[in-house]
């Protein structure tokens, strides 16, 4: 053996001789000599197993070796379900987007976002909750107190206008199609100027709520809200959301897309004289009238689902009538059954009238205001009423008259036909679902909108912002997840717009049988959040070491974790 100095290494040789290949492990030694360097062999170690060179190997170089047993994992702390919402979050710019420099404020918001979309809860809990995972201690917020959350929605509320904007240039296109719709929220308390009774599209009759005007681009992506009374009806909010797009956005031609209730024929006339065109549709009572007087004929039918039409009671305008057969058959069959119901519940009456328990055409009249209407059906039915006396009888012309037009609806639009079809007027109109389904998130557990527990106009106004950021953010999450989620990876549009939508035949797979084309389970977002949180950070101490001395490591992902970084392009570690 030799007695020179110097740092030893492993160096490896490989020799092929006809259809092998043999290696060398040799320990060796660089030393110079004349101004030369050369080595020498101090040893073969080629007779170890594989594991054991690969560690002499490593412990040569300079790498130290703990002993296996005698780690100690101080806290795991939920991770994966964090990384992924704040890891979308930020990779898709809403980070600088809420406000470029860094600050305390926009990490709170930050925070509460990610928060409102793991685990939806008050701004008590929601404070309390940041130590539970690591979403504090990734962005330095752990400890805040529900004052500086309510602190941080008033700095959010502030800038809730040049947000909106900024959102607006990144998604509406001038002279592109944009979505408006109202929905309503219930109120808990009374003391907000903002609660109001009203109609209730969350079937709470008798409480108070709040409504709120939804603007999303045409792939559904929200833009903007506005926050109104409870008591506001859906056309009175359409001038303020005009002069939104208009000044705020900066939008000098674009096409609004309401519903008929939200863009009746007054509120047409506001919009054009914004100069903005429109696509909307007619209420019952207008299509009638167009069957009437001859303008809708339904030989038009015959052989297609689909026909444009113009009549001078709507200059300057295109109508698209369609014929939906499924929508027919929906709307006979329910016909029928409420026809029916109504019957039953004026037959009572009757009975009463007939046994003598019920005279006089004043009370008889007051007994059959209470139910006549109860199905709405009370236009199809003739009363004949006296003192001792009540006959019922079904009014069938009327009856067939409606009938008639079942699974017919009219579009009327101001946009010219050759910047938008036809088809591509009915396809622009049935993307208002993708703002209805905007409302449904705001609404479920994944963002938990209701019920709204703040006092203050400003308040309710920016909660309501936080969540249509929230959902902002989760939309783009289930855009990437779609793979792994009881949805359409790629919806397109049915090549016939009047037929109902259908799901791909893959989503409907997914449904049947609940898993994914490798036959792990499918998901849905609120189930794929919760596989996430499993993946965890770990604070390890070495064996003997000093407080100071430990370290953070994330657990190694499953295959399913894995999948989902993969699919939205980020690394659980990089959060």
């Known amino acids: 053996m030799s007695t020179r100095g110097g740092a030893v290494h492993v160096a490896t040789t490989r020799r092929h001789y006809k259809d092998r290949v043999y290696e060398t492990h040799l320990l060796r030694r660089s030393y110079r000599e004349g101004g030369k360097v050369k080595t020498e062999t101090v040893g073969n170690i080629s007779h170890l197993p594989p594991e054991l060179i690969e560690l002499v190997r490593r412990g040569l170089a300079g790498e130290r070796f703990l002993p296996a047993s005698g780690f100690e994992i101080r806290r795991s702390v939920p991770h994966g379900h964090v990384a992924a919402v704040l890891g979308t979050l930020r990779a898709i710019g809403l980070e600088h987007l809420i406000e470029p420099r860094h600050s305390r404020e926009r990490d709170l918001v930050v925070g509460m976002l990610v928060a409102r979309l793991i685990a939806p809860a008050s701004k008590l809990a929601t404070a309390r909750g940041f130590g539970a995972t690591t979403l504090g201690a990734t962005l330095g917020i752990t400890g805040a107190s529900e004052d500086d959350l309510y602190g941080a929605l008033d700095w959010l509320g502030a800038r809730q206008d040049r947000i909106e904007a900024r959102l607006a240039a990144r998604h509406l296109v001038p002279s592109g199609l944009v979505y408006y719709d109202l929905s309503s929220s219930y109120f808990e308390g009374s003391h907000c100027p903002l609660a109001h009774l009203g109609y209730s599209r969350d079937g709470k009759k ?107 009671d709507f200059p300057g305008e295109r109508l698209v009538v369609c014929r939906n057969p499924a929508l027919a058959a929906e ?39 209470r139910v006549v209407d109860r199905f709405k ?38 946009v010219p036909a050759e910047r938008l079809d036809a088809p591509d007027v009915v396809r622009g109109y049935k993307r208002l679902s993708r703002v209805e389904r ?21 308040r309710v106004r920016s909660h309501v912002f936080l969540c249509l950021l929230a959902y902002y953010v989760g939309w783009h999450l289930e855009r990437a997840w779609a793979p792994l989620l009881f949805r359409d990876e790629e919806p397109a549009d049915l090549p016939d ?10 989503a409907l797979v997914k449904v049947r049988t609940h898993t994914l084309a490798d036959g792990t389970p499918a998901h849905s977002f609120r189930t794929l959040l919760a596989e996430l949180v499993t993946l965890t950070r770990n604070l390890v101490l070495p064996p003997g070491a000093p407080d100071e001395a430990a370290f953070e490591i994330t657990a190694t992902p499953t295959p399913l974790q894995a999948r989902a970084f993969e699919l939205l392009g980020l690394s659980p570690a990089g959060t």
Do not use: C
Not at 497 to 506: F, G, H, K, Q
């Open 331 to 369: 709307r006979a069959r329910k016909r029928i059954e409420l026809l029916a119901a109504t019957e039953a519940v004026l037959g009572k009456v009757v009975a009463r009238v007939e046994a003598g328990s019920l005279r006089g055409a004043a009370r008889i009249g007051l007994a059959l205001g």
């Open 377 to 414: 059906m009370a236009k199809h039915f003739e009363l004949d009423i006296a003192d001792d006396h009540l006959a019922i009888s079904r009014r069938t012309e009327a009856i067939a008259a409606e009938a008639a037009l079942d699974g017919i609806y009219v579009l009327r639009t101001s």
């Open 206 to 312: 008798g409480t108070l709520q709040i409504e709120y005007g939804l603007l999303t681009d045409p792939e559904g992506r929200p833009v903007a809200v506005a926050v109104v009374p409870g008591n506001t009806g859906d056309p009175a909010t359409v001038p303020a959301t005009l002069e939104t797009l208009r000044t705020r956005f900066g939008l000098e031609r674009i096409v609004l897309v309401g519903d008929r209730g939200m863009l009746t024929s007054a509120r047409i006339e506001t919009v054009r004289a914004a100069g903005f065109d429109w696509i909307s549709a007619l209420r019952g009572p207008a299509i009638r009238t167009l069957a009437q007087d001859g303008a809708l004929q339904l030989g038009l039918f015959d052989e297609r689902n689909l026909a444009e039409i113009s009549h001078p």
């Open 438 to 458: 905007a409302f449904r998130g705001f609404k479920a557990a994944d963002l938990a909108i209701r019920p709204i527990r703040h006092w203050t106009e400003d």
């Open 497 to 506: 717009p009047v037929a109902p939508a259908r799901r791909s035949e893959a």
